[in-house]
């Protein structure tokens, strides 16, 4: 074992040597321990965002420099231990060992210091050279905390940092730290003491894993052991060798019985004592009372009365402050979109037929255009959303719903990617992984798509307000969204008693204090999804616009059934003296001369070939290949209705797309549409990562033809029994 | 010795074991809830989930969870 260490250490060494201008740093951290911002605060904005080899964590990497040293720094996924139990915890160690950076910074949240340090507890056991950065300090010493820095580090055995992220103070002496941390020769090393029966055993463990010359060179052989006596099943997988397991097995048989309790519990006691021990010696509290702000505002918001009404009246805000806030910049991108058009229209000469001016202006525009100007809106919910995340206030969601949650047979946790699932789908139903039982985070993943994305908030921000007063647009959204939900939960449920069987497994789950998001994390973050979206609109949206285009000019028609020519000389000589009604003639001559060519191009027919499929739910064939390329985005729709409705307008002055709509459907229809597009097929990336998550294909179409199903006989009761009532009230 | 769920609001307990499966007592452990520790019960419902306070943090128990800690008041 001495030898090994020693190999270890050299090599440790001569890594500092070669590389000392430049430090490989990694930051761990509980979930809650700010440690994004803190990343935020070294990196800035050189941060590049990726996945681990293999895995969907995501992984973001950044560089800093401190006096001429460069530095990267690599944010590690956020745990509370590093167990084999959770594919970030794996990442995390993986990470560590595989990697093997020369500094870890562990970020603790100094106001709920105990809980923090056992991450690092683990870290001290894994050969790393540690800087731990009290972060929140602030907030620690506003209740009273303090801490003897001196003291502490000398216990822990790793320097110890003060700071507050969202100030961004302590981040140069944070930086400071870990130069002279990689730069150290003789590193100090404290670990936790188990106790005289765990420790001889922890020694013979590990003596007979270096004897043994089983090939784990870069495992630290006291961790192996340890963690091997903790029944870690993926270190279990890499030892292999049967006669240290068998080892294993006879000790934690003997000492369980000598303990009373599961060597896992003991050991985790012990790292607790530890921590304890460090905490009684070097933190002291000076305020007795331990209710805090987090528990007074708690004692409101999580009430069994006052609970519900709160939860559903912050989402109301979310959907109204989404409406009435975007709309202002909504209506300046649409006249920037307008004056663009106009600006590409005047390079023609005017009547000229170009098929290139109505790709662009029509195509482009119409398509592209149509979706960017929901920008705003989109970013209003990304906002909100990730304020409801950072805030803390997710948690309180899932503990105010799992009472709820408990009838369907799920629990509270289910109902968080149900909540990003406003967001998007994608992250959501990747967020199903926090659900350790199988069938409970099938359930959830397909149900999700319910949960009205942000994809979906263009159709309703184009409908609402072409069909229905302004008063009634906060609560038409508010409906919608709650119609999904409702689905949702009875989907669940309805899974749960059929497919899905089971007894709901048991809920723990920590309950974050609450925090101020700082504006930093939610710009970046915001800016992060608007990216997303833009980049979404150039690519994939902009190909489809194209696409859709082509079906919906091509192929011309030529031959028409009426002579419009005849037609329209007719109408002139007729109504010369009375140009009002000459006009309504030609357009009423001119709309069937479109409606002639728009049904003879490719959408068109088909359109028109599945039109017998859509009309029970009071759609026509135009709707019909919208609906087609909402498939492949949601926000398709959008684009697509622009373009049905722009074909042959080029050289007039189109109506704004709404009043085309009001002019064209009934609100009922709108109705439909929306209620349509809410509930049926998901989107092409979300079939994809429930095929990757659920790990198999089956799922992923049962959720798409379920969905599709349910979407269409519930349009379709919708739009029957809703016509028996319009007309009966006509 | 009784189950957490007889514990009213506002008071505290001492664990004395988790009557669970393997893992979920190992988990329950790394989050703080080993035996010796003391809890206080923040916020509790009839047949809702509980709010418990260790060692300075908030964790969610679900109901079937609170049955299955033994505590001693």
Known sequence: MANIMRVAEHQNQRKTATRSRHIDVALAGNPNSGKTTIFNNLTGARQHVGNYPGVTVEKKTGTCEHHGIKMSVVDLPGTYSLTAHSGEEMVARDYIINERPDVVVVILDASNLERNLYLATQLMEMNVRLVLALNMSDVAAARGIKFDLGLLSQLLGAPVVPTVGHRNEGTSELLHAIVSAATNEQPEHVSVSYGKELEDEIGRISDLITTSGTPLGQYPPRWLAIKLLESDQDVRKKVGSEEILGAVEQTAERLEKLFGHPLEVIIAGQRYGFISGACTEAVRSTVEARHTASDQIDAVVTNRVGGLPIFFGLMYLVFHLTFTLGDPPMGWLESLFGWLGKVIDSWWSPGSESALRSLLIDGVIGGVGGVIVFLPNILLLFVAITILEDSGYMARAAFIMDRFMHKIGLHGKSFIPMLIGFGCSVPAIMATRTIENRKDRLTTMLVVPLMSCGARLPIYALIIPAFFPHSWHGPMLWTIYVIGIILAVCSAKLLKLTLLKGQAPPFVMELPPYRLPTLKGTLIHTWERAWLYLRKAGTIILGISIILWALTNYPKKTDFGRVYSAEIAAAESAYESDPETLAAKMDEIEQAMQAEELAYTMAGRIGHAIEPLLRPMGFDWKIGTALIGAFAAKEVFVAQMGIVYAVGEADEESDPLRERLHESYTPLQAFCIMLFCLVSAPCMATVAVTKRESGSWKWALFQLGGLTTLAYVLTTVVYQVGSVFTAGAG | ?73
């Open chain 2, 1 to 73: 010795m009784v189950p957490l769920s007889l514990i009213d609001r506002g008071r505290k307990a001492r664990l004395h074991t988790v009557c669970a499966g393997r893992r979920l007592t190992a988990r329950l452990a790394s989050m703080g809830l080993v035996p010796g520790v003391e809890m206080e019960v923040v916020n509790s419902s009839a047949k809702g989930p509980f709010i418990v306070s260790v060692k300075g943090t908030r964790l969610i128990l679900g109901r079937g969870m609170v049955s299955k800690i033994l505590v001693i008041p």
